[in-house]
């Protein structure tokens, strides 16, 4: 019999590849029962490995968030990668060199960015709108001129092409319930939808048309996503705490832990101290106990400060019998994004036991 990998320094990260790859699975089926492609995006774990199980072994068709993320993506074999920010002009060299080694596509939402573009020695760029759905984060108004006008000038040119329009359903965090995030659904769809039949009314060739938030995509459009080709969530290869408030997916889906250690027990104060603070798992979630602890369910996270954690009880008094210091505790964090950030690595469980595997993710902007 193997002899289990002991639990390594605390507080760490932990994904449960079994339940990952479900994920996964699920998606993909989701996409292909909705007519559509999935480019997942890979800013939650920036791990070559995790985006193998997005895509389910194809190396191509991503989203990133940064141009690291390109570029260490880039360097694992992945080609056809989609920085779904808009570009800056700071970033067009390396933007180009991308462009010279792989199928890379940038993201533009305003004139000077394009103006950029144009500006800059190229072969030629390729280019998505990024289309605002109500979310009123980035993108471009899809029912004004001025994103028309965009359009317009990305295929006038002979140094851009306009590969497609993008959309981010933000505002669907904002739902609790599956009903709710329906709304958002339809919402997303159809703003991205209306906005490539307008393009193509205006004799402007539109090829892809994506759509993508982890709650929209956990629940599309019971109607269907007619009119898009293309999903493009990224959360739910782990989901999270506040994917479960949302109403994405169940505790059972969250495939990710923040592993922490007892260091003090405090009776008199009803309460535990844990290592782990808020550069364990962010400060994100604080009003919902900065995630769910799921070894304990009768404990909750009451504050994090830098390196250090205080658990109270969820109702009643403590049983500090029943806890040991340096007991492990598992806390599905409230925002799996913003806690696998914080980690050098990514330490692997399979069939209920950590393997001994690390994924190691790329850092940096």
């Given at each position: 019999?193997?002899?289990?990998t002991?639990?390594?320094?605390t507080?760490?990260?932990?994904m449960?590849?079994?339940i990952?790859?479900?994920?996964a ?8 029962d909705?007519?559509?492609?999935l480019r997942?995006?890979?800013k939650?774990?920036?791990t070559v ?5 997005q895509?389910g072994?194809?190396?191509?068709k991503?989203v ?10 880039a ?16 970033k067009?060299d390396e933007a180009?060199e991308l462009c010279?080694r792989?199928?890379?596509h ?18 030629k760029w ?6 605002d759905c ?8 899809p029912s ?11 295929t006038?040119?002979d ?8 959309t ?7 739902a ?7 709304k958002?659904?339809?919402q997303e ?17 539109v090829g ?11 629940h599309?459009?019971?109607d269907?996503l ?11 290869l ?6 479960c408030?949302?109403g ?18 405090y ?5 535990l101290i844990v290592?782990?603070g808020?550069?364990g798992?962010?400060?994100q ?10 070894s304990h ?5 009451k ?9 109270v ?7 500090h ?6 007991m492990v ?14 980690h050098s ?9 950590l393997?001994?595997?690390?994924w ?6």
């Amino acid at each position: 019999m193997a002899t289990p990998t002991p639990i390594p320094r605390t507080p760490c990260y932990v994904m449960d590849v079994d339940i990952a790859k479900r994920n996964a699975q699920r998606m993909l089926k989701r996409a292909e029962d909705a007519g559509c492609e999935l480019r997942p995006h890979v800013k939650t774990h920036k791990t070559v490995e995790g985006a193998l199980l997005q895509t389910g072994g194809r190396k191509s068709k991503i989203v990133v968030s940064t141009l690291k993320e390109a570029q260490h993506f880039a360097a694992g074999g992945f080609d056809d990668i989609l920085y779904a920010v808009p570009i800056t002009p700071d970033k067009l060299d390396e933007a180009a060199e991308l462009c010279c080694r792989i199928t890379f596509h940038v993201m533009v939402d305003n004139t000077q960015q394009l103006e950029a573009l144009l500006d800059h020695p190229h072969c030629k760029w390729s280019v998505f709108i990024m289309v605002d759905c109500g979310y009123h984060r980035d993108g471009v108004d899809p029912s004004s001129q001025s994103a028309l006008d965009l359009a317009k000038k990305i295929t006038q040119s002979d140094a851009t092409t306009l590969k497609g329009v993008y959309t981010h359903g933000g505002g669907s965090y904002d739902a609790r319930g599956k009903e709710e995030i329906l709304k958002y659904s339809v919402q997303e769809r159809d703003a991205v939808v209306e906005f490539s039949q307008r393009l193509q009314k205006a004799g402007i060739a539109v090829g892809t048309v994506g759509v993508g938030s982890t709650p929209t995509c956990s629940h599309v459009p019971e109607d269907g996503l007619e009119g898009v080709n293309e999903m493009h969530p990224g959360n739910y290869l782990t989901y999270d705490s506040m994917q479960c408030d949302i109403g994405s997916c169940t505790v059972e889906d969250v495939a990710v832990r923040v592993l922490t250690r007892i260091v003090g027990i405090y009776p008199e104060r009803n309460m535990l101290i844990v290592d782990m603070g808020w550069t364990g798992c962010s400060v994100q979630g604080a009003a919902t106990g900065y995630g769910r602890i799921t070894s304990h369910p009768e404990l909750k996270v009451k504050v994090l400060k830098q390196e250090a954690g205080e658990v109270v009880p969820k109702s009643g008094t403590l049983d500090h019998e029943k806890y040991r210091i340096g007991m492990v505790l598992e806390l599905a964090p409230h925002h799996s994004c913003a806690a696998a950030a914080l980690h050098s690595s990514v330490l692997i469980k399979q069939n209920g036991e950590l393997t001994g595997e690390k994924w190691v993710p790329c850092r940096g902007w």
